[in-house]
């Protein structure tokens, strides 16, 4: 089992510019979570996904837009980059509601 | 709000001593907490779990305390070793509602073992 896998590991992109994330889950789970981490603070919850569906969402503007594909599979999109967005970006995958477990992350650094 | 915190930002220890690492939280309709190591390059790694109809469980080499009277979470690791240096979030998860699968994460403690 390879577990959450997430790309690309390291990403570099100007501000106004659009990014796509990708996350593919652990082996038999139906849910995945997009999460932001800052340097040096904890983790911030984007949205989730579950059924190919928005599930909740934490306090992030409309541009941050996910999908989630029938393989389970998701997708993170920001748009209209901001040098703020700069962070790393973990995928959580779980079962329904149970345990998640992150993947190694995606560093994205906006100029 | 939902907010989670922890006390200490760092810690050292010598290797073999027991390290505590604390965890306030302000919710109190969160139900359930978890502990997460994150090692520099990669994500929150799993440590263990407790639920709030619990005030201790036990894994290998840890040990999670709950005090729900005042809203306080902490992390025992026996036997502190080297590979153990890390950085320890602590998070919540409120139960039903619009919330459940949320996780809160703290700020994070940075526990460093010296040989």
């Known amino acids: 089992d390879a577990g959450v896998t997430q790309s690309p590991t390291h990403l570099i992109k100007t501000r106004g510019q659009q990014v796509t994330l990708r996350c593919s889950p652990k082996?038999?789970?139906?849910?995945v979570s997009w999460y932001q981490q800052a340097l040096g603070q904890g983790p911030q919850f984007i949205f989730q996904?579950?059924?190919?569906?928005?599930?909740q969402r934490g306090n992030f503007p409309d541009r941050f837009s996910g999908h989630q594909f029938p393989n389970y599979s998701s997708e993170l999109n920001v748009n209209a980059l901001l040098l703020g967005d700069s962070a790393l970006y973990l995928c959580?995958?779980?079962?329904?509601?149970?345990?998640?477990?992150f993947g190694p992350g995606t560093r994205l650094t906006v100029l | 709000g939902e907010s989670v915190g922890l006390h200490l930002p760092t810690l050292s220890v010598q290797e073999g001593d027991n390290s505590i690492i604390n965890c306030a939280y302000s919710?109190?309709?969160?139900?359930?907490f978890i502990w997460y190591k994150q090692e520099s390059g990669k994500g929150p790694q799993f440590i263990i779990d407790?639920?709030?109809?619990?005030d201790k469980r036990q894994g290998q080499r840890v040990t999670v305390l709950l005090n729900k009277t005042v809203k306080h979470l902490s992390l025992q690791i026996a036997a502190t070793q080297p590979g153990d240096s890390a950085v320890y979030f602590c998070?919540?998860?409120?139960?039903?509602?619009?919330?459940?699968?949320?996780?809160?994460f703290g700020q994070g403690t940075i526990l460093t073992v010296h040989p």
């Open positions: 959580a995958s779980s079962l329904f509601y149970n345990e998640q477990f």
């Open positions: 082996s038999g789970h139906d849910t």
């Open positions: 996904y579950y059924e190919e569906e928005e599930r």
């Open positions: 919710n109190s309709a969160s139900d359930y």
């Open positions: 407790i639920r709030s109809n619990m």
């Open positions: 998070a919540e998860n409120m139960a039903g509602g619009t919330s459940y699968g949320k996780l809160t």
